[in-house]
């Protein structure tokens, strides 16, 4: 039961006042100075963002993605996600050049990545020089969101303000993201399909942070809109790009938790990843029963039983459900054949 | 005590106002004494933060430049004058509802053609004066998603500007108006602010019309309900009407990327719409590619299409269309999704190093049969939203979900408003195609009697200043003469290849015939007459109407200058597959009972302009032999 207590609420005031104030007194100092127009800071950010291609391509799963140029040689930076797991990916420069990109590092909990295109002298972001700001600040986003912009067009821009700095506490699908760092959580709705890798910059158009991928925050389970600051990575990304190995910082999914043991049957489901993996076998223990009936890694099991078993859940659900010394009849697919086995329940260490 | 706290209790609603935080706060497991309790503790926050605030607010407004004062104080009234044109539409069914946008002080009206698909000719519209204004339907472009309808009950309504969106850049600040949730029970349109996300978009096209080119993307929150509204630069400008959203798994809602049909192509498609018709928009007749070098080549055309008349082939690469470069296929897609079909736009190519400039009439990208299906019919039950696009969330929407319309059955139609609407086959509404139809006669009667039907025509001159000609023109045989030869067409209907021999292989013959019809028997000379729109004569001059005319196969387009008021010229078609003739008036000149042209130009695809100087006209009656 929640009870408002007034002595929690005037630490959020005060605070909030403060910024108030501070905020007015930047307005009335930006006032002094006229600002360059956004259109004026989009045309000069622009030419230092790219558009990836990649692997991807499936439902909900984007083969298109964003980067940043950070050196003037074409080491661009990116978000680690699965638009890189191909030998090939594609850059489209700001003026429409399509070059091959080769991939040189991906390290850090924040998982970021470098690539690295053939050109001269081109305009990039200098990582020595990243600003940091606060809640309140405005900015804009630039990123290749819902690839809108196809062919040689500039990326999207949107604008926002930081709503809060704060470290992201978020998952993605059934796991939780291991960067534990602060991000800038944004008002604008900003991390889109293909909008990983872009940047989140100042009204002036310096680059504060890289848009992340979507991500759900982990308890209220709502989408969030966020960027990882740049100020404290500059290092990192100086050894990606030197092709320094980062020991001990390597992102890394998290150990798959298997539901249940399945090792005194003789056998091990893949990963339960999704709602409704499929029942597939991963591996079969040399020797087991399993083995000798004739199973192999990549059956798929259909029936337990002659019950239908649609996911890796249901299969454990069954198993749960099962006796020692029952006997499983259990029904597999391989390619067009069906193979059917019978197995004891064996004692599972719940 | 137990007033206080009840005063609490009754003004609650205003605080969760004043401070939204606290109406996030779940009370469900609360008992009423805790309520109350939290109300009370509520209220002194509430008193406390507003008091803080409104201290801060009185010293910030003393403490803020006049010049941020000022423009804030502009903003609002750009906003205030711009929201009461903003119009909310619903269809007489009660079912949905959208947006439009008042451009004319006459009533006319924008809006999607998705807003008002299937709604019947008649709409109900709200502005925010909080009045309820009849409408009806003048036309519609299914594929660019427009239409134009006709608020009824004033002459002095408000309206906006129509901008320039070849101006707007990536980074402009833009902002929507509209009925976004049909959430405005008096009308009054919900205000989006945001930022243009980019220019010159390309979407591709959801269905098999409905292609989204050129347009302008914002991060300005669009809904559904938006649709057809405006969205307005930052003077309250028009620069598009939005329409689209992409949409994913957050829902078919606002994600960040919203697009708007920019008002340039708008403007190109006005007066096509304002003929009451089902328009359509072009195809070059000609497909392009990218090649390695980005360059834009034609990689198939049409033999029988004006782009390969004027001289374009394949292989041939395009360097600029429509008074753009082309350096990629979308660009080339944004450039002709602008323009109506038969509009001549300039196409510049490269062969062999040679760059050749070229005016290129663009054909129609549907079939009269595909777009009869668009044709106005009575109001009809719509399909649920669910049932349209159930898959692939990533791709954008073919327009904006419908919105349900919460309001009560609007009242019907008046039958006084009931004469603006006439049914016709492949029209919106062909009443509005029937007054410029009348309009564009009543300008060639003001050319003279010219006797009527049955009469022979006789007019003498020079061909380009050498030889004399002399042209004689009847209902049923022409004849044209110069020095060295003469040549006689019969118009024989069961045989159309005579329509075209020696020198009227052109065309030439024909299209004077068809010309001294329409102005002796005018409209009724024709199988079907109607207005088509507007356009710049020949790709670079003047804007003309456009009126066509059919008969036995043979298509006529004739052009009337908007601003002199002047009868200036005409297209010939005279069979398919066969180049166009085009006849360029270069003046009027008023004899007696009736004006002659003082001289034209024939135009003819792939050959030089051929000048003729008119010296003298004559016409007598004539009595056509009697056939055997």
């Given amino acids: 039961m929640f009870k408002p207590n007034p002595r929690r609420f005037l ?110 002298n081109a305009p990039y ?124 910082d390597r992102m890394e999914l998290p150990a798959v938790v298997q539901e249940l043991d399945t090792t005194p049957l003789g056998l091990r489901l893949v990963p339960n990843v999704v709602a409704r993996t499929p029942a597939y076998l991963d591996a079969v223990l040399p020797g087991s029963a399993a083995a000798e009936q004739g199973l192999q890694p990549d059956d798929l099991i259909v029936l337990i039983n002659d019950d239908l078993i649609q996911s890796c859940s249901e299969f454990y659900k069954y198993l749960r459900t099962a006796k020692r010394g029952d006997l499983l009849r259990i029904t597999v697919r391989r390619d067009r054949e069906l193979l059917t086995v019978e197995l004891p329940v064996p004692d599972f260490s719940r | 005590m137990t007033l206080t706290i009840k005063r609490v209790h009754l003004q609650r609603d205003n ?78 069914n009660g079912q949905g509802g959208g947006s439009g946008v008042l451009i004319s002080p006459s009533g006319l009206t924008l809006t999607n053609f998705h807003v008002v698909q299937g709604a019947g000719p008649f709409l109900k519209c709200g502005l925010k004066d909080g009045v309820v204004y009849d409408a009806v339907l003048i036309g519609i472009d299914p594929t660019g998603d427009v239409a134009i309808i006709q608020l009824l009950g004033r002459t002095d309504f408000p309206y906006s500007p129509l901008g320039d969106s070849d101006t707007v850049r990536a980074g402009d600040w833009a902002f929507a108006m509209g009925n976004p949730f049909l959430l405005a029970e008096d009308f009054t349109p ?144 944004n450039v002709l999704g602008i323009y109506p079909k038969g509009w001549k736009v300039p196409l510049t190519y490269r062969r062999e190093g ?24 009575p109001a009809a039950p719509r399909p649920k939203q669910d049932e349209k696009n159930p898959e692939d969330p990533e791709q954008p929407r073919p327009g904006l979900p419908e919105m349900l319309n919460p309001h009560r059955q609007p009242p019907p139609i008046p039958e006084e408003h009931a004469h603006l609407y006439e049914a016709r086959l492949g029209f919106a509404n062909y009443h509005f195609n029937r007054l410029k139809q009348e309009e564009l006669f009543a300008q060639l009667k003001e050319l003279g009697d010219f006797g009527g039907a049955g009469a022979k025509w006789t007019i003498q001159g020079t061909v380009a200043s050498q030889p004399p000609f002399r042209l004689v023109l009847s209902e049923v045989a022409c004849l044209l003469e110069v020095p060295s030869e003469q040549r006689l067409m019969l118009l024989d209907l069961e045989r159309p290849e005579t329509h075209m021999a ?14 001294q019809q329409l102005l002796t028997a005018g409209a009724e000379a024709f199988t079907e007459v109607y207005y088509v729109g507007s356009e710049p004569l020949d790709g670079a001059g003047p804007r003309v109407d456009v009126l066509a005319t059919m008969q036995s196969g043979r298509e006529c387009r004739w052009y009337f200058d908007q601003k002199q008021k002047q009868f200036v010229g005409w297209d010939i078609s005279v069979m398919d597959h066969v180049p166009e003739c085009g006849i360029r008036l270069q003046g009027w000149i008023r004899e007696g009972a009736y004006s002659r042209p003082t001289g034209w130009t024939l135009l003819v695809p792939g050959q030089a302009p051929l000048e003729f100087q008119v010296s003298r006209m004559s016409v007598e009656k004539f009595e056509p032999p009697a056939l055997p």
């Fill in chain 1, 125 to 248: 972001f200098d990582l020595t020089r990243i600003p940091r700001r606060g809640p309140g600040s405005p900015v804009l986003g630039f990123s290749n969101m819902f690839n809108v912009a196809a062919g040689d067009e500039p990326v999207s821009v949107i604008h926002g303000v930081i709503a809060t700095v704060t470290p992201l506490d978020a998952r993605r699908g059934r796991y939780d993201i291991p960067y534990k760092g602060d991000v800038y959580i944004v008002d604008a709705i900003m991390n889109n399909p293909g909008s990983a890798g872009g940047a989140l910059t100042t009204l002036e158009g310096e680059l504060l942070g890289l848009i992340g991928k979507e991500l759900r925050d982990s308890r209220s389970n709502l989408w969030i809109n966020y960027a990882i600051p740049m100020y404290d990575l500059n290092e990192t990304v100086g050894k990606l790009i030197r092709g320094e190995v980062i020991a001990n």
């Fill in chain 2, 190 to 333: 919900t205000l989006t602010y945001g930022m243009v996300s980019g220019v010159r978009r390309y979407q591709y096209p959801a269905g098999t019309f409905l292609e989204y080119t050129d347009c302008i993307q914002v991060d300005t929150s669009i809904n559904p309900g938006n649709s057809g509204g405006p969205l307005f630069n930052t003077s309250g400008e028009v620069i598009g009407i939005n329409g689209r959203i992409s949409v994913e798994k957050r829902g078919r809602v606002n994600a960040g990327a919203g697009y708007a049909i920019s008002i340039n192509q708008i403007k190109h498609f006005r007066d096509h719409l304002l003929s009451g018709r089902v328009v359509d928009h072009a195809t070059l007749g000609a497909t392009v590619r990218s090649d390695e070098f980005s360059n834009v080549i034609i990689d198939t055309i049409l033999p029988d299409c004006d782009a390969f008349y004027q001289g374009l082939r394949r292989g041939d690469e395009v360097v600029s269309f429509g008074g753009r470069s082309i350096g990629s296929v979308n660009q080339f897609k």
């Fill in chain 2, 15 to 92: 605080w969760s106002e004043a401070c939204p935080s606290f109406r996030q706060n779940n009370f469900v497991e609360m008992n009423e004494s805790s309520v109350m309790k939290t109300y009370t503790q509520q209220a002194i926050l509430c008193v406390l933060a507003l008091g803080v605030s409104l201290g801060a607010a009185s010293r910030s407004s003393a403490d803020v430049p006049a010049a941020v004062r000022e423009a804030e104080e502009a903003r609002v009234a750009v906003i205030e004058q711009a929201s009461a044109s903003v119009v909310a539409i619903f269809p007489p």
């Fill in chain 2, 502 to 515: 020696g020198w009227n292989s052109d065309g030439l013959l024909m299209a004077f015939q068809q010309w």
């Fill in chain 1, 11 to 120: 630490p959020v005031l005060l605070p909030m006042l403060l910024a108030c104030a501070l905020g007015l007194m930047t307005a009335r100092a930006r006032a002094d100075t006229a600002p360059a127009a956004p259109s004026d800071i989009s045309d000069q950010v622009f030419p230092r963002i790219v558009k990836l291609y990649g692997a991807g391509g499936l439902k909900n799963l984007a083969n298109y993605g964003t980067g940043v140029l950070v050196s003037p040689d074409g080491h661009i930076l990116t978000i680690w996600n699965h638009l890189l797991d191909t030998e090939q990916i594609t850059v489209v420069l700001d003026n429409g050049r399509r070059l091959e990109a080769r991939f040189v590092g991906g390290a850090g909990e924040a998982g970021l990545a470098i690539l690295k295109v053939e050109v001269k």
């Fill in chain 2, 354 to 377: 040679q760059r050749t400039e070229i005016f290129v009439r663009l054909q129609g990208l549907h079939s009269t049969g595909e777009l009869l299906q668009f044709a106005e019919g």
